[in-house]
């Protein structure tokens, strides 16, 4: 700050402009990294989320390739070669009935997996769709849309799911629908919580001031912004999903036999744990191992997507 | 400044926020000044005076509860959606903010080319790049910067990418709303420099919105003086400077520390006392009077007019209306 005299006299020849010679400028030697790239750079350091994807993708390989290797099929009994214990003939042993656990395994997983997919999808869309309307209009769209959100969320999921297999029969798709019909509340929450942040942010309002329409706001601001949180969300919620799948079939309102998934087969094992619990023990394991891989992910999804946590 | 051409008129411009049932937040209430083609307008006043709001409002970024705003011949914000596009084009705004105003998913070739695309000003992706580079030699950035995202600029780099975003598009008439208060003192002067070389170059106009009163001096042509919402005073910023008629604009002015003890000592008005009052259901008369040592009873009853003392030097209080 100069005195108050010396400022009255300023003029325009005091204050020149530093410009930048592009000659002696710094130097970029660091490639420039597309958003993405960086994630997967970010990523790549981190080795549990490494170990996660790795873990991930050999369960969905074995769970494809798996039947094809092991050259037995699912639905046939061998009454010959029951309740064995695993051999190099029958990797993961046999069931009471002479079925090749192993391949069973494998098919029960494509089911598993296939529901947690669907029910992540059916959750993604309706949940971040209601959301981003409620987020984005306000008013009166957002109360409908919430005070719907919580009478949904209250409903007591097992009854519905009972109600709704009862109802629709034991099949897959009405498992998709009796879970994903509660689940997608807390999307539509999170949805509507990222959006109500982040439209309050200057560089959404710069957009505007420039003349961009609402569909460019959402679609190149709002949901590039928000996308790196609804990922993780959908990461985190399959292993969900093929949980709630398990216990579903556990308690016998899953997939109806000879069709089997993980928690179908968990189920039959439990009758037998006494005696032969390898039965019950693959199942489960494979359970676990899908739960822990796409949590893992998950989590490393999570610390490469935030800015925050950049370096 | 004799035949001057008046570019921007804002005409008894009222913005009021509703919080809760009852409580109005009277954020600008009755402001009205003309800015001239060409020139550099101040607009100055304590933070929470509704400056950003007004600076804002004015570009149709919120819709004013009363008033309007006539640029060059039309009403802002009576324009229908393909003209709004255009007024778009051609009235741009600078962030204070040089943090949450870049979009960090975007870089910074996308960021400052998404005026020249939602315009189409770009025959094809080669012009776009080029253009961009432009921009960025500007505002005195490299063209390797194109690819980078904004958290790997600093502040004041970041300011000048909103710099260059907001001329992209080839604007006229400038809102800068304290686009140098989040910086630090030496790249200040940068940004200050760079808005008034540009100003030079291109015949810009600037609604300069800032809380910096050393800053005002040296770059308007003229100064408005806002307090919770209201205007006032308004002059010429050597005039405002040299004889301020308001007790509010003389307290801000006497709180501008000088580094030189001995005027600091020899100064007469005495500095603003107590806090800025909120704008929450404001009581009627003029909003200075709680913190005025010269307030009378008109002054609690009725809100003073802004009135014309001068050529070209408007004040609104009682004490100049009737000595």
């Known amino acids: 700050m100069v005195s108050r005299e010396s400022f009255v006299n300023l003029s325009d020849e005091v204050f020149e402009r530093v410009g930048v010679d592009p000659e002696f400028s710094e130097h970029l030697d660091k490639p420039s990294l597309t958003y993405w790239a960086d994630v997967w750079r970010r990523f790549k350091q981190n080795k549990l989320a490494i170990f996660g994807l790795v873990l991930m993708v050999s369960i969905l390989v074995m769970i494809f390739v798996g039947p094809l290797i092991s050259g037995k099929n699912y639905k046939y009994m061998d009454s010959s070669v029951k309740n064995l214990r695993p051999n190099s003939e029958y990797w993961f042993g046999t069931d009471d009935m002479g079925r090749d656990i192993f391949t069973r395994v494998c098919y029960g997983g494509r089911i598993s997996i296939l529901i947690g997919f669907l029910c992540t999808i059916v959750m993604f869309v309706i949940g971040s769709t209601l959301g981003a309307l409620a987020g984005l209009k306000g008013g009166w769209v957002d109360n409908l849309i919430m005070r719907f959100a919580e009478v949904i969320g209250n409903l007591p999921y097992l009854i519905i799911v009972v109600i709704l297999t009862m109802v629709m029969g034991r099949s897959i798709f009405a498992i998709v629908l009796a879970m994903s019909i509660t689940s997608w509340v807390g999307t539509c929450r999170m949805v509507r919580g990222q959006i109500l942040q982040l439209k309050e942010l200057d560089y959404i309002e710069a957009a505007t001031a420039l003349g961009a329409d609402t569909a460019r706001v959402i679609f190149k601001h709002l949901l590039p912004n928000a996308l790196g949180i609804i990922m993780v969300d959908i990461t985190m919620s399959i292993p969900g999903f093929i949980f709630g799948e398990a216990f579903l079939s556990y308690v016998g309102l899953g997939v109806r036999p000879p069709e089997t998934s993980w928690g179908a087969l968990a189920s039959a094992g439990q009758q037998q744990l006494m005696f032969h619990p390898h039965v019950l023990f693959f199942p489960c394991l494979m359970i676990v191992l899908t739960t822990l891989a796409f949590h893992l992910v998950g989590d490393g999804l999570a610390e490469a997507l935030d800015p925050k946590l950049r370096k | ?323």
């Open chain 2, 1 to 323: 400044m004799t035949d001057r051409e008046t570019l921007l008129e804002v005409r008894n411009l009222k913005k009021h926020f509703k919080i809760g049932r009852k409580s109005i937040v009277k954020a600008v209430d009755d402001v009205s000044f003309d800015v001239f083609r060409g020139e550099t307008f101040g607009l100055v006043g304590e933070s929470g005076c509704g400056k950003t709001t007004c600076g804002k409002t004015i570009l149709g970024l919120h819709k004013p509860t009363g008033g309007e705003v006539i640029y060059d011949g039309m009403d802002v914000h009576a324009l229908d959606s393909d003209r709004k596009k255009d007024f778009t084009k051609i009235a741009q705004i600078v962030f204070q903010d040089p943090y949450s105003s870049l979009d960090p998913r975007m870089t910074v070739g996308d960021i400052i080319g998404e005026g020249m695309d939602i315009h189409h000003l770009c025959k094809d992706k080669g012009e776009r790049e080029e253009r961009v580079f432009d921009l960025l030699q500007t505002v005195g950035l490299n063209r390797e910067h194109i690819n980078r995202f904004p958290h790997e600029f600093s502040g004041g780099q970041r300011q000048r990418i909103g710099i260059a975003r907001a001329l992209a598009v080839e604007p006229e008439f400038i809102v800068c709303d304290e686009p140098i208060s989040a910086l630090d003192v030496s790249i200040q002067a940068q940004i200050v420099n760079l808005l008034m070389q540009l100003q030079r170059e291109k015949q810009l106009t600037y609604l300069f919105i800032t809380h910096n009163l050393a800053m005002i001096k040296y770059i308007s042509d003229r100064v408005g003086v806002m307090y919770l919402g209201n205007l006032v005073e308004l002059a010429g910023s050597k005039q405002l400077y040299e004889m301020p008629y308001h007790p509010y604009t003389q307290g801000l002015l006497s709180s501008v520390p000088v580094p030189d003890p001995r005027i600091e000592r020899r100064k007469e008005t005495a500095p603003l006392r107590g806090e800025i009052p909120t704008s929450i259901n404001p009581p009627p008369g003029c909003r200075f009077a709680s913190r005025c040592d010269y307030a009378r009873e008109v002054c609690y009853e009725v809100m003073p007019p802004l009135i014309e003392i001068e050529d070209e030097h408007f004040v609104a209080c009682h004490l100049m209306a009737s000595p």
